[in-house]
Nanobody, 118 residues
Framework: VQLQASGGGLVQAGGSLRLSCAAS????????MAWYRQPPGKQRELVAT???????IYADSVKGRFAISRDNPKNTVYLQMNSLKPEDTAIYYC?????????????WGQGTQVTVSS
């Protein structure tokens, strides 16, 4: 499954951005979808996940500011980011887990840069 992320950019602190990530058509069943980020000089970290049923989990650092959603017919996951802070600056990666029978695969998008200026 191929993923194409978009929506990153430069924004001032307090601003908003919406990331999108579309998966290619596939015979695999898409399970969990998620957003990760990698700040400069740091490890990649989980931002938010959403199951096929719509259950969500957020990192403590983004709770109340970010919202993950998905459009299952479009195989697309979104990340609405509000009240952005300079520490949200990172490359954001979309991720999904899919399966076909007993085969389970992990897929990653190419990353999109989010820069928040103070």
């Amino acid at each position: 499954v191929q993923l194409q992320a978009s929506g990153g950019g430069l924004v001032q602190a307090g601003g908003s951005l919406r990331l999108s990530c579309a998966a290619s058509a596939t015979i695999f069943a898409i399970k969990d979808m998620a957003w990760y980020r990698q700040p400069p000089g740091k490890q990649r970290e989980l931002v938010a996940t959403i199951t096929s049923g719509g259950s969500t989990i957020y990192a403590d650092s983004v709770k109340g500011r970010f919202a993950i959603s998905r459009d299952n017919p479009k195989n697309t996951v979104y990340l609405q980011m509000n009240s952005l802070k300079p520490e949200d600056t990172a490359i954001y990666y979309c991720y999904l887990k899919s399966s076909w029978g007993s085969i389970i695969t992990d897929s990653w998008g190419q990353g999109t840069q989010v820069t928040v200026s103070s």
